[in-house]
Nanobody, 115 residues
């Protein structure tokens, strides 16, 4: 079983930056990708960014050019650097890891961007 520990959420003013971290531990088998989803208040969860084992990254259009996903393979940790934050980025952010044995989700971390 994979455990995920997220950190880095908080309250920030529009235009500010935050960095989210997610460390995976436990029965980690071959990781296919690590990524971040978010769920704004009253809306569905959406994929924000993901990074594959080969380093390929994907982003939702609304964060391209502002967010950067990266990964430390040795530490089984994925990061999401969020710059130029906007109020519409306010959401609970969830880390997700997909392995050959299935997926695992973090508990979520709140990101609030004030205008």
């Amino acid at each position: 079983q994979v455990q995920l520990l997220e950190s880095g959420g908080g309250l920030v003013q529009a235009g500010g930056s935050l960095r989210l971290s997610c460390a995976a531990s436990g029965s980690i088998f071959s990781i296919l990708y690590m990524g971040w989803y978010r769920q704004p208040p009253g809306k569905q969860r959406e994929l924000v960014a993901k990074i594959t084992s080969g380093g390929t990254t994907n982003y939702v259009d609304s964060v391209k050019g502002r967010f950067t996903i990266s990964r430390d393979k040795d530490k089984n940790t994925v990061y999401l650097q969020m710059n130029s934050l906007k109020p519409e980025d306010t959401a609970v952010y969830y880390c997700v890891v997909l392995t050959t044995k299935g997926n695992a989700w973090g508990q979520g971390t709140q990101v609030t961007v004030s205008s």
